[in-house]
């Protein structure tokens, strides 16, 4: 695609839901990449996926939070049992090789927990 | 965890100025990205250097790796510029640079 698509761009949810962010990369990126970005906070790490590989899911703050990237391609961020602290912006972004270049970042989707 | 840490906070300037915004960090990297962030969130990602300076346009980024500083600047400021400025560092030289660090952030308002 032209560029790295999140969906959905604004999600409002009960606490105590699940809710399913995705995220398309651009067509042949192999490196994936989450981040949050809470209000008055700077962006952070989540989780990363390069290839085949075994993502890093260090950043993740609880079990409560997991990542899966099917067929190297589409990525989904999975957050249960949503916590009023959950809410923030969740940018995805894609590149072609880990480090050596230039990360695309998508538009995020704004979670919202009530 | 490298501290990254950005100055100023926010800066107002009249069309037309040059622009200076400082990065340092705390353990010394390989390479350093400035990002901006436009009103409506979305971001882009401007440069990634590990030395020396690179420019686009009228942006310039400059890095002192000895020195543990950045700087972006920005020549013949527009209102278009108008954005926060981010930049963001790996953990260490040679570590995994995908787990970047970021800084808080510059809010540069431009006026017309």
């Known amino acids: 695609g032209a560029g790295v698509s999140q969906s959905p761009s604004n999600k409002v949810t009960e606490k105590g839901k699940d809710v399913e962010l995705r995220c398309d990369p651009i067509s042949g990126h192999t490196a994936l990449y989450w981040y949050r970005q809470s209000l008055g906070q700077g962006l952070e790490f989540l989780i990363y996926f390069q290839g085949n590989s075994a993502p890093d899911k260090s950043g993740l703050p609880s079990d409560r939070f997991s990542a899966e990237r099917t067929g190297g391609s589409v990525s989904t961020l999975t957050i249960q049992r949503t916590q009023q602290e959950d809410s923030a912006v969740y940018l995805c972004a894609s590149s072609l090789v880990l480090a050596k270049n230039i990360q695309y970042f998508g538009a995020g989707t704004r979670l919202s927990v009530l | 965890k490298n501290e990254v840490e950005q100055s100023p906070q926010n800066l107002t300037a009249q069309e037309g100025e040059f622009i200076t915004i400082n990065c340092s960090y705390s353990v010394g990297i390989s390479a350093l990205h400035w990002l901006q962030q436009h009103p409506g969130g979305g971001i882009v990602s401007l440069f990634m250097l590990s030395s020396g300076k690179k420019k686009h346009g009228r942006l310039i980024a400059t890095i002192n790796i000895q020195e543990k500083h950045s700087s972006l600047h920005i020549t013949a400021s527009h209102p278009r510029d108008s954005a926060v400025y981010i930049c963001?560092?790996?953990?260490?030289?040679?570590?995994?640079?995908?787990?970047?660090?970021f800084g808080k952030g510059t809010l540069l308002t431009v006026n017309p």
């Open positions: 963001a560092v790996p953990p260490y030289s040679g570590g995994s640079n995908y787990k970047l660090t």
